[in-house]
């Protein structure tokens, strides 16, 4: 049972446009939604994340939208540019207990110069 | 400051042979976790720490996997008698589990393990 489902698995944009990544959540008992960048050789770094009570955060060219009653949450990157292209996870916790992060498949995006 | 380190960064071993992860959290970091990241399966979460006790073991996949914390800090992940489908990046990470900020979690580099 996958409880974080992301897509597209993959995206091609070119610089300056808007990379648009989705997921999807099955379990209502989670309230922290994080998003990860990950580079080739790298750990996932923290980029943004936003918890239920707001439906939008915005970090400089990096957002977040949330949809409490579709349990759905997505990243939009403006402007997207070449220093961009790595692997986007989503991922959900719960508090208490061991608030470990379900991630999802990921998504590879590539911005072409 | 410093991030979360882990070392190696890489290691071969053969099949059948035991190994033995490290990972140093960020200092004060009371929440250490380690995640494996494997090309079939993502990323998923294998044993969570909160000081030195392990209060959530769920995602050890065989008895083969153990870890432990020592001081409230480093942690050894071991694989006994490893197999090719141990083969994976192995991820730690720590957070503060604080105030406003409990929730962040903060990765190391990872260890890629390859058994052969």
């Given at each position: 049972q996958q409880q974080v489902k992301q897509s597209p698995q993959s995206l091609i944009v070119q610089k300056g446009g808007i990379s648009i990544i989705n997921c999807a959540y099955e379990n209502t008992a989670f309230d922290y939604f994080p998003w990860y960048q990950q580079f080739p050789g790298k750990g996932p770094a923290l980029l943004i994340a936003i918890r239920p009570d707001v439906s939008?955060?915005?970090e400089g060219r990096f957002t977040i939208s949330f949809n409490k009653s579709a349990k759905q949450f997505s990243l939009h990157i403006m402007d997207s540019?070449?220093?961009?292209?790595?692997?986007?996870?989503?991922?959900?916790s719960m508090q208490g207990g061991s608030e470990k992060l379900v991630?999802?498949?990921?998504?590879?995006l590539t911005v072409n110069p | 400051g410093a991030g979360v380190s882990q070392s190696p960064s890489n290691k071969v071993t053969e099949k059948?042979?035991?190994?033995?992860?490290?990972?140093?959290?960020?200092s004060g970091h009371t929440a250490l976790y380690w995640y494996r990241q494997s090309l079939g399966q993502g990323l998923e979460f294998l044993?969570?720490?909160q000081g030195n006790s392990a209060p959530d073991k769920s995602g050890l996949p065989s008895d083969r996997f153990s870890a432990e914390r020592t001081g409230g800090s480093v942690s050894t992940l071991t694989i006994q008698r490893t197999q090719q489908e141990d083969s994976a990046?192995?991820?730690?990470?720590?957070?503060s589990r604080t105030g406003l900020l409990s929730y962040e979690q903060y990765f190391g580099p990872g260890t890629r393990l390859t058994v052969t």
């Amino acid at each position: 049972q996958q409880q974080v489902k992301q897509s597209p698995q993959s995206l091609i944009v070119q610089k300056g446009g808007i990379s648009i990544i989705n997921c999807a959540y099955e379990n209502t008992a989670f309230d922290y939604f994080p998003w990860y960048q990950q580079f080739p050789g790298k750990g996932p770094a923290l980029l943004i994340a936003i918890r239920p009570d707001v439906s939008e955060k915005k970090e400089g060219r990096f957002t977040i939208s949330f949809n409490k009653s579709a349990k759905q949450f997505s990243l939009h990157i403006m402007d997207s540019q070449p220093g961009d292209s790595a692997t986007y996870f989503c991922a959900a916790s719960m508090q208490g207990g061991s608030e470990k992060l379900v991630f999802g498949k990921g998504m590879k995006l590539t911005v072409n110069p | 400051g410093a991030g979360v380190s882990q070392s190696p960064s890489n290691k071969v071993t053969e099949k059948g042979k035991d190994v033995e992860l490290r990972c140093d959290p960020i200092s004060g970091h009371t929440a250490l976790y380690w995640y494996r990241q494997s090309l079939g399966q993502g990323l998923e979460f294998l044993i969570y720490f909160q000081g030195n006790s392990a209060p959530d073991k769920s995602g050890l996949p065989s008895d083969r996997f153990s870890a432990e914390r020592t001081g409230g800090s480093v942690s050894t992940l071991t694989i006994q008698r490893t197999q090719q489908e141990d083969s994976a990046v192995y991820l730690c990470a720590s957070s503060s589990r604080t105030g406003l900020l409990s929730y962040e979690q903060y990765f190391g580099p990872g260890t890629r393990l390859t058994v052969t």
